[in-house]
């Protein structure tokens, strides 16, 4: 029987067996031969000390952070949760850098928008202090005290935001799908930090844009220039991924004719980068008919010399030189609709006496700008929506719904999975749960919050919030409630399962020699006193890599409860004085479909010979996959 890892995802291991899979001959007794490695590479390797990089004090330290297993685990907590037992929204209280951890096995891969708005380091913020030795009962620590600012006198101001940062950003790279893209909220204080780790950990190439968002209207007006601007960095996980186009505004169509509203664009390619030397197919005469120009100003075009069509136009540049056109002379005939009521392709003269050639485009939709200057997507106007569930007051500066919304609007589709791990006051989910209202969709939201301590003299704490996760829920709660009362639309996932950070169910072996007796007495159940079989059952699915929400039954068998986990895909039962009848019983909820896992505590028999016969048992009725913890 083998007895399960009780830690997470080892991304070291993980990477070696990536290399080994390209190059298995640098691979020696699961060790890296780097001299082989190099030879390997060829001349694709720097060798010069002084090199372009980015560096600070704890970089190396921070990079082995993000590569050590968590000990961890993420305790079910019913009571705060809503609609568990058909919700498919996680909301987990803890650091962090630990539940990305904790995420690795059972979401690599799976999410597609992560979207984060960090603390901005500016001089107020608080600024998470890692501990590299037992991050755990470091975060345990910190969630005691009241939270302090990393002020701008600290020796290690940029260094401490961004040994915070480093290892959270490497571990969300992983939980993307390979058509993924992460959304980072910045200002000044550390978007030039910011966008030098995003390069190195998600790579150049994959740096999609830099949008500059109008975050208030007034800006700081005690500095010489009132700055009034955000940025969202955006990177994507690999060449796979793409932006969706946003609707136009309604008026974005000034023209209009019996087909509908339309806008022109130059049928000439704008872009000095192309012209009759390179793109010699798209340089070609449109002819024009003067006399065939309807009531607004616009005449047909042909492609063959008439008659009517005599006026001879050739694609040039505002200086007169060669350009090309945009659309082909095939295109121009199976898409242009020349003989039709409404062409697309038509010709308009200039107050010179000169014809453009435009192309009337009907689409609804255009490419997101690198510009955000809405009323929507103000920092005001999310303290208003948070006013409008009565929660105002308790937390400074929430993002609006609308950004958010239009963030998930271009990078999601209907079925995905949404993370955001600075998760403050859950304007993520607010957005998720209202864009699925509008459009029908079924994402799923994973939220991530430190429970940061409200301060004892804010109206958060007086109102009974004592720490930002506590806002967070209760805001989820609201706002799902306010859009089915506003949408109709019951069917609506707007619960969430709740999950907290805590140390292992199971007891560390660290025994005291002076008592070692009763240490190994103690020790023969190794789950700990204060956690129940649902606590270990879900530190099993993170250890095995099962998402959080999948379906799982509960069988009572002769007082003893049995979990189906999948629809049979995993078996576990957690139970002491398990006996073959219990076994014989779990047998019965197995998949038709594949062999499943089954799971027992390693002290739950009644003794060994019936442990030794289980196995075998489930051997017989082909269950190979028999484990313990």
Request: proline share 3%.
């Amino acid at each position: 029987m083998e007895k399960l890892d009780g830690k997470s995802l080892d991304l070291v291991r993980t990477n070696i067996e990536a290399l080994k899979k390209l190059f298995p001959e640098v691979v020696t007794e699961g060790k890296i031969d780097f001299e082989k490695l190099k030879l390997v590479l060829g001349e694709e390797i720097e060798k010069r000390n002084e090199r372009y990089e980015f560096t600070w004090h704890g970089k190396t330290q921070t990079m082995k952070l993000a590569q050590t297993p968590s000990t961890g685990t993420l305790r079910p907590d019913k009571q705060s949760s809503k609609n568990w037992d058909t919700t498919e929204n996680l909301y987990i209280e803890g650091d962090n850098l630990e539940v990305l951890k904790l995420l690795q096995k059972s979401y690599f891969g799976k999410i597609k928008m992560i979207y984060i708005d960090p603390p901005y380091n500016t001089g107020k913020d608080f600024v998470y202090k890692d501990d590299f030795r037992d991050n755990i009962k470091n975060y345990k620590e910190m969630t005691q005290q009241t939270t302090k600012a990393n002020t701008e006198t600290n020796g290690r101001y940029h260094t401490d935001w961004l040994n915070m940062m480093y290892p959270r950003l490497k571990l969300a790279r992983n939980l993307l799908r390979e058509d993924g893209f992460i959304f980072v909220s910045i200002n000044d204080s550390e978007q030039a930090n910011l966008k030098k780790i995003m390069d190195e950990i998600y790579g150049e190439d994959h740096f999609f844009a830099q949008i500059v968002v109008q975050s208030n209207k007034r800006g700081q007006t005690y500095k010489d220039i009132a700055n009034t601007h955000e940025y969202l960095l955006v990177y994507s996980k690999s060449d796979q991924s793409s932006l969706s186009e946003i609707l136009k505004e309604d008026n974005s169509l000034p023209y209009e004719d019996k087909k509908g509203k339309f806008d022109l664009w130059e049928l000439r390619n704008r872009n000095p980068k192309f012209g009759r030397h390179n793109r010699p197919n798209l340089y070609f005469p449109i002819y024009v008919a003067p006399s065939m120009i309807d009531e607004n100003g616009y005449s047909r075009i042909s492609l063959k010399r008439t008659s009517e069509y005599f006026v001879e136009v050739y694609p040039k540049n505002s200086q007169g030189k060669e350009s090309c056109w945009r659309w082909s002379v095939n295109k121009i005939m199976e898409d242009g609709d020349l003989e039709g009521e409404c062409p697309t392709i038509i010709a308009r003269q200039k107050q010179n006496g000169d014809w453009n050639i435009y192309e009337k485009s009907r689409k609804s939709t255009t490419k997101p700008k690198s510009l955000w200057n809405e009323n929507e997507v103000i920092n005001e106007q999310g303290t208003i929506e948070l006013g409008i569930l009565n929660l105002g007051t308790y937390f400074d500066h929430p993002k609006p719904i609308h950004l958010v919304k239009k963030i998930l609007t271009i990078s999601s589709e209907k079925e995905d999975i949404i993370l955001d791990f600075f998760s403050g006051s859950a304007t993520t989910a607010h957005a998720v749960m209202q864009l699925n209202a509008e459009d029908g969709g079924n994402r799923k939201f994973i939220m991530v919050q430190l429970p940061e301590p409200t301060a004892e003299n804010s109206e958060a704490y007086k109102a009974g919030y004592k720490n930002i996760c506590e806002i967070g829920k209760e805001r989820i709660r609201r706002a799902g409630e306010k859009i089915v009362q506003e949408t109709g639309k019951n069917d609506l996932d707007i619960g969430f399962k709740v999950f907290t950070l805590d140390s292992s169910n199971i007891k560390m072996w660290d025994p005291d020699f002076e008592n070692l007796k009763q240490d190994l007495f103690d020790y023969k159940d190794n789950m700990k006193e204060d956690r129940t079989k649902e606590d270990l059952l879900y530190e099993i699915l993170l250890k095995i890599g099962l998402p959080l929400t999948i379906p799982i039954e509960e069988i009572d068998y002769n007082g003893k409860t049995i979990y189906n986990v999948g629809f049979g895909a995993v078996l576990l039962c957690l139970e002491n004085d398990i006996d073959l009848d219990v076994v014989h019983e779990m047998m019965k909820y197995k998949s038709e479909h594949l062999s499943p896992k089954v799971i027992f505590k390693e002290s739950g028999f009644i003794n060994d010979s019936v442990k030794i016969n289980a196995i075998q048992t489930l051997k017989k009725n082909g269950i190979n996959d028999v484990r313990s913890v």
